[in-house]
């Protein structure tokens, strides 16, 4: 399946059409941020099927994984963001010095305006509806742009959003990168992007030329350090979890191993009892195991499976976009597994034989998305102390987003800005400082 671009004139005449609904004032009220945020809560649960059925075609996504990484989230944030909107919305008294009284100092959360959203296929439901929800929190308009990589989503995401939002308030346009192009060229008030840190760049130099603000979710190679100390079938069960959920095309997911030289044996064998428990004799028949996008990506993960010594799985089924999860063991720093960022169930493993060594090896590259350590909680804490990522787990995987309390975002290479809960709300929103005098 394929989709159209959504002609430039259209494109054109949805981005006008908003610029003069957010100007009328209608998206200012809570009750009509209220009102929309129930209408995206009530139209997620009527068309869960519909869009799990997507997700299982285009990505092959068991529809319990399809709840539970992209359906859930948004609709647990859509719960938070109505628990606590009014609250947010309200002017925040601030103190005023002595030389200004008698006037009164505050700071106003206002819209920032017309919001472009650009998703990703990897998680095309939650990439596309969280930011929505900071937007309409917020009382921007949007326009929202999924992937064409995942179409058969697209199209019910876009069936969805026209059923439930007046185009001049929400709506969707489709299309490859030409569209982007397009899209990235035009004046927006925020854009949000999420993607690859080469996509970044390209979205943030375009910004620049009308200073638009951006929120880049980007990615980056985050690391897993199992450190002596470490429980090492809990590590082994939590990383075969984070590295092959939907079949490691995770931005968040656990991308290389360093593991302590002495644990290399022990490790490798529970990683393969984990991937048993996880996904059966044979991954492929599992229901719960996803595919590689498409045939580009399956071919680049693919080609990764000879930079290293195959200890656990390797097998590919061309014909499905499989691939089997995969340990690698004596690999080259300088390969590309270690230089690029895998998207893919390859976990290749470096030995280091002083957590120093790790941490300089982390260092040594660009800022990640995640970071995850596995030992002693107090070494874990030096570790983070002396490294830096977007987010980070001690003794865990992935679930630094699953708490919509926490800020998530990345660093530098990883991306800038964040979202989730009262970080959504000011993603979207201009923080503006007011006096009142009295006359």
Known sequence: ????????????????????????????????????LRRLDAALANWEKRLCDALWTDLHKSPEEAYLTEISIVRGEIRSHLRHLGRWM????????????????????????????????????QLLLNPLVGAISAGCTALLKPSPYTPNVAEALEGMIAEIFDEEYVAVAQGDREVNTLLFDMRWDVIFFTGSPA???IVMTAAARNLTPVVLELGGKSPSIVDRGADIEVAARRIAWGKTLNAGQTCVAPDYLLIHR??????????????????????????????????????????????????VGGRTDPS??????????????????????IFGPVLPMLPFD??????????????????????????????LLHTSSGGACINDTIMQIANDRLPFGGVSNSGMGRYHGRDSFDAFSHRRGVVESPA
């Open 90 to 125: 309200r002017p925040a008294p601030r103190p005023t010095p002595l030389k200004l009284l008698p006037a009164k100092s505050r700071i106003v959360s206002q819209p920032l305006g017309q919001a472009l959203i650009v998703a990703p296929w990897n998680y095309p439901v």
């Open 320 to 341: 499905d976009r499989y691939i089997e999860p995969t340990l690698l063991a004596e690999v080259d720093p300088g390969a590309p597994v270690m230089q690029e960022e």
């Open 354 to 383: 002083d957590i120093r060594e790790a941490v300089t090896l982390v260092n040594d590259r660009e800022k990640p998305l995640a970071l995850y350590y596995f030992g002693p909680e107090k070494t874990g804490r030096e570790v």
């Open 262 to 311: 002495s644990l290399q044996d022990e490790f490798s064998r529970a990683f393969a009892r984990a991937l048993h428990r996880l996904h059966g004799d044979d991954a492929q028949q599992s229901l719960h195991y996803g595919r590689l996008v498409n045939d580009r990506a399956f071919e680049r993960v693919t080609s990764y499976l000879a930079q290293g010594k195959i200890l």
């Open 199 to 201: 996509l970044g760049r």
């Open 1 to 36: 399946m394929s989709l159209e671009n959504t002609p430039a004139a259209r494109i054109s005449a949805l981005a006008a059409a908003q610029k003069t609904y957010f100007r009328s004032g209608a998206t200012l009220s809570e009750a009509f941020r209220r009102t929309m």
